[in-house]
């Protein structure tokens, strides 16, 4: 999904990688051979994407189907992943393969005993390709259960480029320069920001960028692993500085209100759709997707991005996230789906999606010629160049309960927060009791 769904990189310069294409695991389902020894078999995969993200990853599933022989069925969850899987395993009619969106859910799955390890193959295929990084998130208690097959690069502001260049502003350098870059595209007759408050993801990747960058990665990592209590002042004063541009309805398109009843999509749509109503947009690469896919904009000419800048004395935040697959033990063709993951686990994989844009992949192996554009290209290079520096989305490590579900938890918070932002120690206490119930279980 396009999500969070969402790490610390090394930074957000871009980075000259000397990256090949060379083929990886997938022993029966690599590209350019099959045998269709899976005629007749359906693998059922679910997840959260929808619109133009599950149109793509229909190609990457089609591009197996015509290499094993298997078909394939898309179900899409939403963001309640864990309730509606739980559900569905519950009912008998469990899909083989998940799509987890975030690190705390896939715990959670193998902690109930519901995955199956990834086969010899794939862990090759990681072993090989990937960080040691993402083989931790997709492990648990030293077992890899999780292959993650798209990543999101989370620290990246989108704009128009004609809005910034009818208001006279350029990309900011810093957090300061960034509200007042907002404030002098507000004044040229647009808001400054397109916020999807709707989606309480959205909020959080805000949170963790400005957290990030004001408390360093060590009491990000502290926080995330709730080691850190909510109540710090270090939260506190994130959340103030958060304020300070959810406070502004000269900075949010349809003020608080607007941004509460603004999903995703919606957002991007507020600066790259047929009728601007703002000139930036905070969320993650696949931005690109949506503005391209759905909206007709060419990446890096009608549309770009600028880093997160940092904030105050801080550097640079980088946030990242990823969706990973993996194989339910009751899936009623678990087997064939293991062979779609051996799949998934090749940069020819990963290329299908790239090509059609609004992906990026943590194989190191994917060829930087099969993204679209340079914009992707560049960002592309910044993930795989992070290495074992990345650290995940800090939403997306915490028990599905308090960074993961939809009205309830961290999304639900900052959502109040979103609306009324007079009290962030009052909010940090809200934060705080509702993840000390979630990670007592």
Not at 314 to 332: E, I
């Amino acid at each position: 999904m396009m999500r969070r769904r969402t790490t610390l990189l090394a930074g957000c310069t871009t980075l000259v990688l000397a990256l090949t294409a060379t083929a990886c695991g997938g022993d029966d389902v690599s590209a350019g051979g099959g045998d269709k020894a899976l005629s007749g078999q359906t693998v059922t995969v679910a997840g959260v994407w929808t619109g133009s993200e599950q149109a793509n990853f229909q190609k990457v599933l089609d591009a197996f189907s015509e290499q094993t022989g298997a078909k394939t069925r898309f179900v899409s969850t939403g963001d309640n992943v864990s309730t509606v899987v739980g559900s569905k395993i519950e009912g008998g009619n469990a899909p083989d393969v998940v799509m987890v969106p975030q690190v705390g859910v896939l715990q959670q799955f193998a902690e109930k005993g519901w995955l199956k390890p990834l086969s010899d193959t794939t862990r090759k295929s990681v072993d090989a390709n990937y960080s040691t990084a993402w083989k931790t998130y997709g492990s648990v208690d030293g077992t890899l259960y999780g292959l993650y097959f798209k990543a999101a690069h989370k620290s990246t502001v989108w704009y128009s480029p004609d809005a910034f260049s009818r208001a006279g502003v350029t990309p900011p350098k810093t957090f300061d320069e960034l509200v007042k870059a907002g404030h002098t595209v507000s004044d040229s007759g647009l808001a400054a920001f397109a916020v999807a408050g709707q989606d309480g993801w959205t909020l959080t990747d805000w949170f963790e960028n400005i957290y990030l960058s004001q408390a360093g990665p060590e009491k990000y990592d502290a926080l995330a692993a709730h080691k850190l209590k909510w109540t710090d002042a270090s939260v506190v004063q994130a959340l103030t500085t958060l304020g300070t541009v959810f406070k502004d309805k000269q900075l949010l398109a349809g003020g608080q209100k607007g941004a509460l009843n603004t999903d995703f999509p919606g957002s991007v749509e507020k600066v790259f759709g047929p009728k601007p109503e703002a000139g930036m947009v905070y969320e993650g690469d696949f931005v690109a997707g949506v503005a391209k896919d759905q909206f007709g904009r060419s990446i890096g000419e009608d549309a770009d991005f600028f880093p997160f800048p940092p904030v105050g004395e801080g550097t640079a935040p980088v946030v990242s996230g990823g969706d990973a697959a993996v194989v339910l033990k009751d899936g009623k063709n678990s087997d064939a789906g293991m062979k779609l993951l051996e799949y998934l686990a090749t940069p020819e994989a990963a290329a299908v999606w790239a090509k059609a844009g609004g992906f990026l992949s943590p194989n190191k192996k994917v060829n930087l010629a099969s993204y679209g554009d340079t914009v992707t290209r560049a960002t592309a290079k910044s993930l795989v160049a992070a290495g074992d520096s990345v650290r995940f989305d800090m939403s997306d490590q915490a028990p599905a309960a308090f960074g993961g579900t939809k009205g309830a938890g961290e999304w639900k918070i900052l959502q109040d927060f979103l609306r009324d932002q007079s009290d962030p120690a009052r909010t940090a206490a809200a934060l705080e009791d509702a993840a000390a119930k979630a990670y007592r279980g």
